[in-house]
Structure formats: structure tokens, C-alpha cells
């Protein structure tokens, strides 16, 4: 069972890494980025079956920092 | 007075760390790998130290935390022992809960590695006492990810309960309240991004890391 954990910053959270990357859009001559947040994707193959709740549990225990990041589950 | 160091794949300066408590306490400081589950008996302190832990993969301290070493860390910190976190030894004790907030890349996105000036928080703790509330001191930092977050909630309670130990007198990181390092409600627990036990001994330059580690001794004694 293929599932992706997708890893964000959370809305407020200051984004250095995104703004260099928007800095650098702009520079290439891209207009109308307005803004660019960098995240993570982790990918699982879990043992089919493996209940939401327990993928839930891996975020919150070591994929994401929730003081910091919001966390997505996005099944196959 | 027995002192351990706990050594992560990836410590650099576990050894440092070791040597400072070695010279404050007058013992052989005793090295403790990240997969051990039990730490020595009767510590009285025990360093987290600097480095990249595991690379710095995932984030930085986030592997470390999980390491099962760090259960035992954790439950002698709950029972008193002191702890103090240098540099990716602060990530890992945010990560690990043991502090909160957390420590997220430098705001100018710069590994930072220069002496760096620092205003005394509080000398209320048995980190800093040998410190004047408001001395401004010089220590080095070394890192890529300094820059410490917290909720308006969580560095109103930090401020308002005198656990801000040392802020940046010029904030070099982004680092929220220009906060450097800081103590866990019980004050047993240190965080901190600059590196004391590298101005330790006149060798270095300055000696103002030194009371960091006195203070604690003293504390402890």
C-alpha cells in the first residue's frame, strides 16, 4: 500500500528556503509567482491494511514537528 | 560529581563537551552511545552535545530524539538530573519535548559560525548563575539551523517566567525574541544554540562559556 505523507510548513511559519527559491523564480524572469513554500513529500509502502490512525501516529511521533509543520496523508 | 555525554552518529563535539565537564568536575566524563537504553548510575549531568546527528536527516534532531538513548535522557531529566543541549543537543531536546518550540533553518539561510555577542537572560538558573542578569558575553556559534520558533503563547510564558537564558545582543539566525537558549520549567534543562565549551580556557580566546559550567558544579556540589 503506497501512501505519501506530504509535509508543509505551517501558514505563518517563516519559509527562508521558499522565499530564495521565489527570489530565484523571479530571476529567471517568472512574474507572477507570489509566493513559494517549500515542503517534504515522504513516501511509505505499508503493509496493506495499515489503519489512518496509525499513519497519523507516524507524523505525529517523527515524520512531522507539528509545533512547526502540518502534515497530509494522501492514500493510492 | 559524575557527568556523562550521550555520542550520536554524527556528535562533533561530544568531545569538547566531555572535556569541559571533565575540567569543572574533576572527573573522567563518561561517554554514552546514542543505542545504549540505560545511562550510568547516579549522573548528575548530562551533555547533549553538537554536531549533525544521522545527518541531520529528516530535521535536524529529529532522529537523535528518537534514539532510545534518549528515553533514558529523558526520564532522568524528569527525576532532576541536569541536562544541557549544545547546538544540535538543543534540536534534539526540542524534538525530544524535553523544550519547546522548535529550531528551524537560519532566517538568512547562512550556516553561521563566528563569535557572536549574547545578553544573560536571567542568573536565576543553575546554568547561569555565575552570570549577571543582563552581562553581555561573547560565545560562538556554529550552525545552519538556529533560528528558534515558538507560539506568541509558549515565549510569552518563557519571558514571563524568566526561562530565557541568553538571547543574540544582535540576532543572528531570525530567532524569535532573538532568543539563544533556554530552561525547561523545572530549570534542570538547558538549551542552547552557541557552544560554551569552546571558551572555556584562555587558549580560546575568551573564558566566557567557563561559568556556564561552574555554575552548574556549583549548583550541584
Not at chain 2, 528515553?71 to 519535548?97: H, I, M, P, W, Y
Not at chain 2, 537558549?181 to 560554551?196: E, Q, R, S, T
Amino acid at each position: 500500500m503506497k501512501t505519501r505523507v506530504v509535509v508543509t510548513l505551517k501558514p505563518g511559519v517563516l519559509d527562508p528556503q521558499g522565499k530564495a527559491v521565489h527570489h530565484a523564480l523571479t530571476g529567471l524572469g517568472f512574474g507572477g509567482v507570489n509566493d513559494v513554500r517549500v515542503g517534504k513529500i515522504v513516501e511509505l509502502d505499508l503493509a496493506d491494511g495499515t489503519a489512518t490512525a496509525d499513519i497519523e501516529d507516524m507524523c505525529r511521533k517523527l515524520l512531522a514537528n507539528t509545533v512547526i509543520e502540518n502534515f497530509r496523508i494522501e492514500q493510492a | 560529581m559524575k557527568a556523562a555525554v550521550i555520542v550520536f552518529p554524527g556528535s562533533n563535539c561530544d568531545r569538547d563537551l566531555a572535556v569541559a565537564f571533565r575540567e569543572l568536575t574533576g572527573h573522567e566524563t563518561t561517554m554514552v552511545w546514542h543505542g545504549d537504553t540505560t545511562l550510568p548510575e547516579g549522573l548528575d549531568i548530562i551533555g547533549v552535545p553538537g554536531g549533525f546527528s544521522y545527518g541531520d536527516y529528516l530535521r535536524s534532531g529529529a532522529m537523535a530524539a528518537r534514539s532510545p538513548i534518549m528515553r533514558a535522557v529523558a526520564d532522568a531529566a524528569s527525576k532532576g538530573v541536569a541536562v544541557l543541549g549544545v547546538c544540535n543537543g538543543f534540536q534534539v531536546l526540542t524534538e525530544t519535548g524535553l523544550l519547546p518550540g522548535a529550531l528551524m533553518r537560519n532566517a538568512g539561510l547562512n550556516f553561521v559560525c563566528r563569535d557572536v555577542g549574547l545578553t544573560v537572560g536571567t542568573s536565576q538558573t543553575m546554568f547561569t548563575s555565575r552570570y549577571e542578569d543582563g552581562e553581555e558575553i561573547v560565545i560562538p556559534v556554529a550552525h545552519h539551523d538556529g533560528n528558534y520558533f515558538a507560539d506568541d503563547a509558549t515565549l510569552d510564558r518563557l519571558e514571563g517566567e524568566g526561562r530565557v537564558a541568553f538571547r543574540y545582543a544582535g540576532n543572528v539566525n531570525g530567532s524569535a525574541r532573538g532568543i539563544a537558549g533556554i530552561v525547561n520549567d523545572a530549570g534542570n534543562v538547558l538549551g542552547m544554540m552557541p557552544h560554551p565549551e569552546r571558551m572555556i580556557e584562555s587558549a580560546h580566546g575568551r573564558t566566557d562559556g567557563r561559568r556556564i559550567f561552574e555554575g552548574l558544579v556549583g549548583a550541584l556540589s
